[in-house]
């Protein structure tokens, strides 16, 4: 037993022979199990208990429990009195992902605080096949059904490769004493219902049930990743990801043999499920401009490209009030920086660029003001050369422009008139012509 985990240990890279290993000990049999084995195999360990208050006597009673077991070994121990029905109560949890929120803060703490490389828990092969139970019922993808990661961050398992029955024989033949939870025997909770229910049932019809799923979980691991340099691959040549952001190419998507399998594993880090990724496939030939959330962000379907951003603050841009006769200098935006310059028109080189503009600056001076920078409005009209009237709107579909680009879109404007779609287009107002003495030169960034 020893040389199994040892050999476990060594080849999943858990920790070092030097390092100090924090142990998760409940008092139940698999952490006493578990003590006892990397106190044989000489670890570096100290010992960490909460005590959730969830038994009354019984609580109180492991916690001794796993303190006379710390002495035992010669090991630090640190134990944390934990009200787990008022943190559950107050942060909307169940008790179970309650429990489990406290522990693993707790471990973190303590591993930050002592110096300890990770955290081992004594999850074991049956607690990995009842994890992929009922993942199954639940409509796990392949992750999900590759069960308990024997190495997860800073939580490691050395235990993983032995069985429940295993782990109650080497307790039976060392003469081990460890604590019973008893609701662990009951089938309130979900984990208990397929270890107590179904798992029987499984076992009636194949009595080596256990054996053959854990293997299905071992081959589903390789698949796994296998499958994850294949979606690797496939990402990046769909997916233009920067950041918060990132740009999905419809058409080079939909050239994969399984398009919304890629999708889902691009767009589930922005927090959509399984269900969101089936409505995106179903509209993504139809029109553009249908949006989708997930709390954090949403996807705008813009012509042949899916665009994922994060949700717009509610802060939209409303009124920057520029100064009346602007001089040369730098302004700053939301969403731009204006660049502020004068030249003589024997300096002026028109250029078709509607990231510029150049204004007759007496002309302008003579408009009515303010000078000021707003986001556009609906019905919002721009006179373009030519001296027609214009809707920003058609402008903006004319410019090919996302939803969220017209959302961000700034607008420059001298009394209400339009005199720059900052970027986007510039209006006949302020035209420079043979009059003109003075240019105003405006350049965003």
Known sequence: MLRKVRQHISDNQLFGERDKVLLAVSGGP???????????????????HVNFHLRGEDSDGDEQFVRSLAQKYGAPIYVLEADTQAYAKQNGLSIEMAARDIRYAE???????????????AHH???????????????????????????NQRTVRPLLCLSRQEIMQYLDTHGLQYRTDKTNLESAYARNKVRNLIMPILEQINPSARASIYESIRYLGMAKNI?????EKAMA?????????????????????????????????????KHQCASIMRGIAGESGRIFQSPTHRIIKDRQTLIIEPLPSGESFSRLILPQELMPGTIHTPHHTLEISMMEPGEFCPVRDAATIFLDYHKLMKM????????????????????????????????????????????????????????????NLCAIDNATTKI????AK
Not at 30 to 47: C, E, T
Not at 227 to 231: H, I
Not at 391 to 414: C, G, H, P, T, W
Not at 440 to 443: A, G
């Open 30 to 48: 698999d952490s006493v199990a578990m003590a006892d084995i990397l106190s044989r195999l000489h670890v570096n360990m100290g010992i960490c």
């Open 107 to 121: 471990f973190n703490r303590i591993m930050d605080q002592h110096g300890y490389a990770c955290t081992a828990v």
């Open 125 to 151: 092969q049956d607690d990995a096949i009842e994890t992929f139970v009922l993942n199954l019922t639940r409509g796990a993808g392949i992750r999900g059904l590759t069960g308990i990661r024997v190495k």
């Open 227 to 231: 499958y994850g340099q294949y979606v």
């Open 237 to 273: 040549d769909t997916a233009s990801i920067d950041g918060n952001r990132a740009q999905i190419s419809i058409p080079r998507l939909m050239l994969h043999t399984e398009p919304e399998c890629i999708l889902y594993e691009t767009i589930s880090q922005y927090g959509f499920g």
């Open 368 to 427: 009515e003001m303010p000078l000021e920078i707003t986001g556009w409005r609906t019905g919002d009209q721009m006179t373009v050369f030519g001296g027609r009237r214009k809707k920003l709107s058609d402008i903006f579909v004319d410019s090919k422009l996302s939803i969220s680009q017209k959302e961000n879109a700034e607008i420059l404007r001298a009394g209400g008139k339009i005199l720059w779609a900052i970027g986007i287009r510039t209006s």
């Open 440 to 443: 105003l030169k405006i350049t």
